[in-house]
């Protein structure tokens, strides 16, 4: 649904309260003395409506006139059509004369036939537009250096139009609109039609234009000062009234309530909306056309990106898009200054927050600085973490309301207003929706699944998070139960942080914030313990991890006694009850699969020991029997290192509470010799010759084992295997 952006053409179509102003306009013009000929100048800027005006004001003038009898011609000129100053002048008249000759009155005719002769006679000269600078004298003096016969004098010939004109009682009037859409030759060309050529007794000119935009083309082209060219020629100049803002927002109000309907599903905050609409949008839409490109520009954009953004920032950025281009250019080209990133904050390091603070504005002062201060506002408006930036503070925390209502001002987001579409790692609001009120528990896992398959999990995670609230009671457990039930196989990380969570670690506290929604802390603990009941291999791995979150929470297990602020998922009591449960389900587990091959196996086998270490020791005696079991229980204690895409690799000695070295080398030695080792995962085969590595001393300098010299080192390993 999109706007016609066209004059509006009857009085009964005027929006803005300018009919009786037009009325007025068209009585005065009307009725107004006009026995020597004058013109009038309608001024306005561009897209402030002059068209609209001159549309009611011809109408008006056509009304009086059939309902006074008093006769009048009204020809609409159109400087645009023609390509050349003598095509535009025999076309002016031929026109002119046109409108003589349709009047059904005989002395009205006679004069339009004297006017089509006129027209005629400027065959004579070839290109009549040299002519016109040099006034009527100079025509007249190269007609008479051609001896043009009396009859055909153009000057004679004017003279009979002139006395044929006053003699009559029909006003003429015509309009000229759009002249400062001209260039500047064809605005000098008009103005001279206008006040030498065509100037006629009972012909009024109604000229529209944009008063500063021609006086300045006049001035370059006539060399002169344009506003005092313009004084001569314009009798009567008339400023379009200032339109009421009441009556332009309620256009505006009014369109953008059809753009709403139009897109059911996109997020609208009323309170937001209004805060919007006083900070951007009210100072800058100012003209009718203003109101028809903006809300354009967003129907197109909503038809695109829908539901997936919030349409007050959507409404903002189009007016900014519009109206500011330069600052909209910079927000697209500049965003991850105005949400942050990495790779921006890693350039304040060791800098001041007033070092910061200048960095910021001297972009503003750069783009614009006359108007960088208004700049300014706008951003910190709608990008907290720049706003951070700019003030005495500049510790900056997510507000997780943005990134629910889908605001510009969140890094999640940003790039869905200026690319119009999803990236393909990205899910819609409307799927994730669908998703949590509709699916099944098993729907939902293999939803779950497909989406982790496509490298969309972690957008998916994210939505799901920001729309937690949204989750009715009832439908808490089956969204809690399928995330248990397949996170374990979630890959990929976040981007929008130094140190980024896996994809697993996003799903744990997106369930965190899933249950803390239900209201009672019985049925919190009443969903931990159905889950935990029906763990198997992949879930008992997750909900070890979730449960681990909980230890901490009380200050146990590796929190060292220190608590975590804030509301607790279960009571103290209700989570010893769970690590029961849990242990339970190790027991029962590990006597049919190997604890030690699962993904999160020191995970597991760390809240095993913590709740059981006599059942641990005896589990971990049987398992480490196997030489394949040994190298994997050492590849544990190898840590991971990575800086930029640099790959390297320290060690803990958490393996010797069970392993000797002696052991570990004899195990290695054995899984070379009948090639096992080669059967185990890419990464398992890196932390195991590592470890090897270690002990044999092959460090680097920086006290760490480059994954570079682990490879080479398989490469020979695999060699000598061979």
């Known amino acids: 649904m999109y706007f016609d952006d066209a004059p509006i053409k009857k009085q009964k179509e005027d929006l803005l309260n300018r009919c009786d102003f037009s009325k007025r306009l068209g009585k005065s013009?009307?009725?107004?003395?006009?026995?020597?000929?004058?013109?009038?100048?309608?001024f306005g800027p561009w897209g402030s409506g002059k068209s609209s005006i001159i549309n009611m004001v011809v109408e008006e003038i056509k009304l009086i006139s059939e309902a006074e009898d008093k006769p009048v011609i009204v020809m609409s000129f159109n400087p645009w059509n023609f390509s050349s100053a003598d095509q535009l002048l025999r076309q002016y008249f031929i026109m002119l004369a046109d409108r003589f000759n349709t009047t059904n009155d005989k002395q009205l005719s006679k004069i339009g036939k004297e006017i089509q002769k006129y027209a005629g006679m400027f065959n004579v000269f070839g290109d009549v537009g040299k002519l016109i600078g040099g006034g009527w004298r100079r025509i007249g003096e190269i007609l008479q250096r051609r001896s043009i016969s009396e009859d055909n004098d153009i000057t004679k010939q004017?003279?009979?139009?002139?006395?044929?004109?006053?003699k009559q009682k029909c006003k003429v009037i015509v309009v000229i609109d759009d002249i400062d859409r001209l260039s500047n030759e064809e605005i000098k060309l008009v103005f001279q039609l206008v006040n030498s050529v065509a100037k006629f007794p009972n012909i009024v000119y109604l000229l529209s234009f944009d008063r500063e935009i021609v006086a300045r083309a006049l001035g370059e082209v006539q060399n002169c000062d344009g506003e005092k060219y313009l004084e001569k020629i314009i009798?009567?100049?008339?400023?379009i009234p200032v339109t009421s803002k009441d009556y332009l927002w309620k256009i505006l109000f009014d369109r953008l309530d059809s753009v709403l309907e139009h897109h059911p599903g996109m997020?609208?905050?009323?309170?937001?909306?209004?805060?919007?609409?006083y900070e951007c949008v009210s100072k800058y839409v100012q003209t009718i056309r203003d109101v028809v490109r903006i809300v354009n520009g967003l129907n197109m954009k909503c038809d695109m990106i829908g539901g997936e953004v919030n349409f007050a920032d959507m409404v903002a950025i189009t007016v900014i898009e519009n109206k500011i281009p330069e600052l909209y250019d910079?927000?697209?080209?500049?965003?991850?200054?105005?949400?942050g990133a990495p790779e921006v904050s890693w350039q304040f390091i060791g800098k001041s927050e007033k070092d910061i603070a200048n960095i910021y504005k001297e972009d503003m002062k750069k783009l614009n600085d006359a108007r960088y201060e208004e700049y300014i506002s706008i951003l910190k408006f709608f990008f907290p973490y720049y706003a951070s930036k700019l003030s005495a503070n500049s510790s900056y925390y997510p507000n997780e309301n943005i990134r629910k209502n889908l605001r510009i001002g969140h890094a999640d987001i940003i790039d869905r207003y200026f690319a119009l579409e999803l990236d393909s790692e990205e899910v819609s609001r409307r799927d994730v929706n669908y998703a949590i009120k509709n699916l099944s528990e098993s729907e939902m896992q293999n939803y779950l699944l497909e989406i982790n398959s496509k490298k969309q999990i972690i957008a998916f995670l994210n939505e799901l998070k920001a729309v937690k609230d949204d989750i009715s009671q009832k439908r808490i457990g089956t969204i809690v139960k399928a995330l248990?039930?397949?996170?374990?196989?979630?890959?990929?990380?976040?981007k929008n942080s130094y140190f980024g969570l896996s994809a697993t670690s996003i799903a744990l506290y997106t369930i965190r914030d899933i249950i803390m929604n239900l209201e009672k802390e019985i049925d919190r603990y009443t969903l931990l313990i159905n889950v935990i009941q029906n763990t198997d291999f992949k879930s008992v791995q997750m909900v070890s991890q979730f449960i681990n979150i909980l230890e901490l929470s009380f200050g146990r297990l590796s929190a060292n006694g220190v608590e975590n602020g804030g509301e607790k998922v279960i009571s103290l009591e209700q989570l010893e009850a769970c690590e029961k449960n849990l242990l339970k389900r190790f027991e029962q587990i590990g006597k049919e699969n190997n604890l030690l091959e699962m993904k999160y196996a020191r995970m597991v086998l760390h809240l095993y020991e913590s709740f059981d270490n006599e059942g641990y020791l005896n589990y971990m005696s049987s398992s480490l029997a196997s030489d394949v079991n040994k190298l994997i229980f050492v590849s544990f204690s190898a840590e991971r290192w990575t800086s930029g895409s640099a790959v390297s690799w320290g060690r803990n000695e958490e393996y010797k509470k069970l392993i000797s070295d002696e052991e570990f080398?004899?195990?290695f030695e054995k899984c070379l010799e009948d090639e096992s080792i080669w059967n185990l995962k890419a990464d398992e085969q890196h932390r195991i010759v590592a470890m090897?590595?270690?002990?044999?001393?092959?460090?680097?300098?920086?006290?760490?084992?480059?994954?570079?010299?682990?490879?080479?080192?398989?490469?020979?390993?695999?060699e000598k295997s061979v």
């Open 29 to 42: 013009l009307l009725e107004a003395e006009s026995q020597n000929g004058y013109c009038v100048g309608l």
């Open 158 to 166: 004017r003279d009979r139009i002139v006395d044929a004109l006053q």
């Open 235 to 239: 009798q009567v100049p008339i400023e």
């Open 267 to 277: 997020i609208f905050e009323q309170e937001y909306w209004n805060r919007v609409f």
């Open 330 to 339: 910079w927000v697209k080209n500049n965003k991850a200054k105005l949400v």
């Open 484 to 494: 248990f039930n397949v996170g374990v196989d979630f890959e990929g990380e976040s």
């Open 665 to 667: 080398e004899k195990a």
């Open 692 to 718: 090897l590595m270690w002990k044999e001393n092959s460090v680097d300098w920086d006290g760490h084992i480059s994954d570079k010299n682990v490879e080479r080192k398989i490469s020979e390993l695999r």
